[in-house]
């Protein structure tokens, strides 16, 4: 049939709401089907139980026409207070970064990126992108000096 990795992401796409549901129709179930089940189940377990923790109610999002429109206006600021924090932070770190020797800049990189890949692994996608801006940020002062 289909690979693992587009059945998780047809899946993923198709239970986005949260009343959503993904119903899979073959003749017989592949191995590839089993394990992108498997896979929707674990983010799933791992996605009630962070929710239930955190107090959240999983709700669909409902954004007018006319917001969507003005995020793609041309110089509208499109990335979200959040973002923001994760560059301010990055811009502080510029400071501490700037006094460190190449070899103490070569394992801050490292750990950088051994965290990054972490993240990325554990689904916790914004927390990647924060490391990651700060891997960036780090490897250009790196190639400056």
Known sequence: MRLEGSLIQT???A????NGKAVIYADKITGSMERAIGETERRRAKQVAFNAEHG????TIRTA?????EGAAPGAATWSRGRARDYAKVAEAIAEYANLT???MVRKL???EKEMYRHAKDLELEKGAAVRDE???LQGLG???
């Open 65 to 69: 026409v006319a917001d969507i429109l």
């Open 15 to 18: 239970v986005r709401n949260a």
């Open 11 to 13: 899946i993923g796409r």
């Open 102 to 104: 190449p070899a103490q």
């Open 110 to 112: 490292k750990a950088l």
């Open 143 to 145: 190639t400056a000096a």
């Open 56 to 59: 959240i109610t999983p709700r």
């Open 135 to 137: 891997f960036r940020v």
